[in-house]
């Protein structure tokens, strides 16, 4: 029996010939990663360990971006840790405001993370990762601070299930985000957990990586343990580029075992709005338009990146956001907010109406830069859309891709791209 790409790699870094799903391993850590959130506490952690120093400073990277540039005095105290202790360990990858990006966005543009790398995050969306054929899950701060200190991390095998996407030629207006919400509505938010979502099928090769990156990111939005797809020519142009290590590329065998296969077509898949209050209320735009809308998100984690912030100033370009929508556009990196402004993006959204800020996760989480009060709703191309997530407990988040929602800024209510720029 052969094993998939993710037993290989955990395999692979607990010095092992092969492991079994649901076996107990100890396994070497490329990377351990935390940011301002989680990484104070697990700092905590580590300062109880005993230890002067972290296992390599090379392999912990600390990301001050959920409540950065600063929001008020706790915000500021939690940064403060976060950089007294990456300057005192002399911490490689640690980046402040003005050069810092959203951490999920940041990594791989900056070639932290490399295909076949086994790698544990205090953040649950550390399953991005899987997108360039690593092994990326999320710990807590504990796990964090242990993994700080020895460079290993304790994992049980997971059970993997394999998503097959048929066919190359997509629907208009659709990519990584649509394909990500049409699995979670299929299989709801805990019909892969603690397992692996391994995305693979013509569908995923005609895929970009910023769309790869958004599916793997929301693999836990479904319960998942990591999302996973195997390297391929896009994934190997893109990491070639930005790699200063080597790395290994692992594949699944033919013969390997799955726990499920899904198949699905690829250009069944239209263009999808995620309603209150759960990333598996899915319905097609079309069934969801009409609804009125307070404000509207293009950022984040999951869809801050350069194709993102192509696909919304395409469609604000030479047009106005409703007047009574608050749009807030969120550039995943200072590189992608750079190149967007080399391009002219930053000027159409700006003349269309929309706040452009500096890469933060901020609104994502209810932090800041687009709070909503009692009876708002926002759309958003963000992750998460359950009670409260955003703001008040009685506001609403809907979640979409970069087109419908830029889309729906223009008209003030959800809208079907077609709608504003025909069937492109």
């Not at 307070?294 to 409703?322: F, P, Y």
């Not at 402004?341 to 994502?364: F, H, K, Q, Y």
Request: aromatic content about 6%.
């Amino acid at each position: 029996m052969g094993m998939t790409v993710s037993e290989k790699i955990l395999a692979a870094h607990a010095g092992l010939e092969r492991v079994e799903p649901g076996e107990i391993i100890n396994a070497r850590l490329d990377l351990v990663l935390a940011n301002d959130v989680t990484g104070p506490v697990a700092i905590e952690e580590f300062a109880k360990l005993g230890r002067a120093s972290v296992f390599d400073r090379d392999k912990v990277v600390l990301v001050p971006d959920h409540f950065t540039p600063n929001k008020d005095i706790p915000s500021a105290e939690l940064n403060k840790q976060l950089r007294e202790f990456a300057r005192a360990q002399q911490i490689t990858h640690y980046w402040e405001s003005g050069r810092v990006g959203i951490e999920h966005c940041l990594l791989p543009e900056q070639g932290v993370v490399l295909p076949g790398d086994l790698m544990i995050g205090a953040d649950s969306h550390t399953c991005t990762y899987g997108a360039l054929g690593a092994f990326a899950t999320g710990v807590g701060s504990t796990d964090m601070a242990a993994g700080m200190a020895t460079g290993e991390a304790w994992f049980r095998v997971p059970e993997s299930l394999r998503f097959v996407f048929h066919g190359a030629e997509r629907q208009p207006w659709t990519g990584g985000k649509d394909f990500i919400l049409y699995l979670i509505g299929l299989i709801g938010v805990d019909g892969a957990r603690y397992r692996v979502m391994e995305f693979t099928g013509a569908g995923i090769g005609a895929l970009s990586m910023d769309g790869r990156l958004t599916m793997c990111n929301m693999a836990v939005e479904a319960g998942a343990k990591a999302g996973v797809i195997e390297p391929d020519d896009v994934t190997l142009d893109y990491v070639r580029a930005r790699a200063r290590r080597e790395f290994r590329v692992y594949r699944s065998d033919a013969d390997a075992r799955y726990l499920e296969t899904y198949e699905i077509k690829t250009g069944d898949i239209p263009p999808l709005v995620a309603c209150p209050n759960s990333p598996a209320n899915v319905k097609p735009v079309t069934e969801a338009a009409g609804i009125k809308l307070d404000q509207v998100v293009i950022g984040s984690c999951t869809n801050g990146r350069l194709e993102d912030m192509a696909i919304a100033a395409a469609l604000l370009r030479g047009r106005k956001i409703h007047p009574f929508v608050r749009c807030i556009v969120l550039p995943g990196t200072q590189e992608i907010y750079l190149e967007s402004l080399r391009r002219g993006w930053i000027e159409d959204m700006v003349l269309a109406g929309a706040v452009v800020s500096t890469p933060t996760c901020g609104p994502c989480l209810g932090g800041h830069m687009g709070i909503l009060a009692k009876g708002e709703r926002a759309l958003s191309t963000t992750n998460r859309n359950f009670v409260g997530r955003m703001g008040h407990p009685e506001s609403e988040v809907y979640l979409s891709n970069p087109a419908v929602a830029a889309a729906s800024a223009v008209k003030g209510e959800i809208t079907h791209p077609e709608e504003v720029a025909g069937n492109g």
